[in-house]
């Protein structure tokens, strides 16, 4: 906020509530703006667009997604789209390492223990609480850890993992996508692994030990992980989704947790989330007591929002006043709506 | 139970439930035995010697820990000790890690947010459940890991801290311990860190990001972290105890979290937990939102616990045989009572 109301040649109206703006409060406040700053619970589509009038000329989103705003409509009326990318992969690599122990090691049935009031009559036993280890040891030396989607998030995962003695990573390449065997070979020297190697889906479901799902999401990678795939797994397996929520069929994995084809589960996301309301405490995988359901929050971390809110006042400003974005998003290379 | 039943020169009276030993069992069944084993719920005192009577000559404890073992009677008795040290490092290291994560991303709160059925109503904005970062960024380049306890398993901490990014491990050193420069510099370079240091208490209170509490229990180190260690913190500060519970001032705490001195908790461990019982819904730690307390689970992974249940094993095996013990207690070494 400094950033934007510091300056005299630039005119701010702002939403001052801290919840998600009404749409009848932007549609009424938006007309003659030259940029609209978002979150990616606004939706931005023609009417927005339409109701703003020709000055609009940036949308400025403090998110790495856009599936909130119309490309089309901006490509037509080429206003300029600032987003958040990169700035957020630690934080979510963090969150991604955190359910990955958190759903191995019973954190959420434990905690949930606590709570209850369950530790005073706990009577201890070897095995109680336990769950397969993350890390290697001298006695059990070998962990497979695979991605769907080998991005950014995944390799900033991957060096996390590294130090927890991880031997194997594999992942499933982009369809269509060159071997990356260079690429490959440096991660594996870089690391001190075993293999790093891309496979076939049915591959990945078989040999990860813990599956990290980091896929965009849209109808190429909708529900890919779903009932065939889940009953491939290892029963001492995890899955953690820190990606898209559409990219794993909920009532698959449900019955997966239930009927103990895998071990446990760690979502921020969950492909019900997109429906308004659609994750009550009586979600199927809300229910499952080795599942840790978090409401989204991989890149919430301090440092990264602050930076990300800096990144989105920068685009808007360059935006307003016709200078290049500091991160724009190059919709033209990403063909119609994604 | 495979190792000792299948032995046809021992025979073996099993607890066959799946619960803490009643006492008025043991007593009924011990008298004659060459080999007792036990978990840390289980008291080893005077009595349970006396009763066994004079064959016993080996108490094997399926722990790290020997606080339920009178190692004095031991001693004047002549029996051997083993235990199960090392073997857990990595599954407590794990554990530590996942506990610093959960203590800075605000993981019970928002785990019980999803819960309470609170996600449906989620008004997300930038800054909702926004915790301190744990690894570092081009944008936040420093952070600083204080340890108290320097051991074994604090550095199988930092290692796996190195690939977040850590910059800075301060710690503790043991009261009359000479200085480890070498041993430091070994680790700074190991790990690409900026600096490996002793300092004293006050030091580490102020400069620590993240403290992880792991060293021993008993009267050296009660309450150690008081209140006004945590007065001199950080407020962006998270504490970690997979230590003892005993280190760490409970009510001290409580207030600390309360008022903001620190930012949050992970305690894998409480001082009341010896109190049997004393860990209720509503022990002031367990109440505080910021405060991740889980009920004592550190080492409770599963490979963890079958290597330590094998050694446990092998330990009185060769025990009752007169063998030496592949892992004994020196307690000769301890002098009276730890």
Redesign the interface.
């Known amino acids: 906020m400094p950033l934007l109301t510091g300056r005299a040649d630039i005119d701010v109206v702002n939403w001052t509530e801290?919840?998600?703006c009404d749409r009848a409060w932007l549609l009424q406040n938006i007309p003659g703006a030259s940029g609209l700053v978002v979150?990616?619970?606004d939706i931005v589509d023609r009417e927005v667009v339409d109701v703003g009038g020709p000055n609009l000329r940036v949308v400025s989103t403090?998110s790495v997604g856009y599936e909130h705003i119309d490309l089309d409509v901006m490509a037509e009326r080429k206003i300029q789209v600032g987003y958040t990318p990169d700035?957020l992969?630690?934080?979510v690599?963090?969150?991604a390492?955190?359910l990955a122990?958190?759903a191995?090691?019973?954190?959420?049935q434990?905690?949930?223990?606590?709570?209850?009031?369950q530790?005073?009559?706990?009577?201890?036993?070897?095995?109680?609480?336990?769950?397969?280890?993350?890390?290697?040891?001298s006695?059990?030396p070998t962990r497979t850890v695979g991605f769907l989607g080998f991005g950014r998030i995944a390799h900033a995962v991957l060096?996390?993992?590294?130090?927890?003695?991880i031997t194997h990573c594999i992942y499933t390449p982009r369809p269509g996508a060159p071997p990356q065997t260079a690429r490959d070979a440096h991660l594996q020297s870089k690391h001190n692994l075993t293999e790093v190697a891309p496979v076939d889906l049915p591959t990945l479901a078989r040999r990860s030990d813990v599956l990290f799902v980091l896929a965009p999401g849209g109808p190429a990678t909708h529900h890919l992980i779903d009932s065939a795939f889940l009953r491939q797994m290892k029963p001492?397996s995890v899955l953690v989704n820190n990606g898209r929520g559409s990219v794993v069929d909920s009532i698959a994995l449900a019955q997966a947790l239930k009927e103990g084809w895998i071990w446990g589960a760690g979502l921020d996301v969950v492909d019900e989330?997109a429906i308004?309301?659609?994750?009550?405490?009586?979600h199927p995988l809300?229910c499952e007591p080795r599942c840790?359901?978090?409401?989204?929050?991989g890149s919430?971390?301090?440092?990264?929002?602050e930076?990300?809110?800096r990144l989105t006042a920068r685009n808007v400003i360059a935006g307003v006043l016709g200078e290049e974005l500091p991160v724009a998003l190059d919709y033209s290379r990403l063909g119609s709506q994604v």
């Not at 530790?119 to 040891?137: D, V």
């Not at 060096?159 to 003695?165: E, K, N, P, T, V």
């Open positions: 801290d919840r998600r979150c990616f619970q403090i700035i992969t630690d934080a690599a963090d969150s390492v955190m122990l958190m191995t090691r019973a954190a959420g434990s905690y949930t223990f606590v709570k209850n009031n530790w005073p009559s706990f009577n201890w036993t070897p095995f109680a609480f336990c769950g397969p280890q993350l890390s290697t040891t006695f059990s060096a996390r993992l590294a130090a927890f003695g001492s989330e308004p309301g659609g994750v009550t405490a009586e809300v840790v359901v978090l409401p989204h929050i919430a971390a301090q440092e990264t929002r930076e990300m809110a």
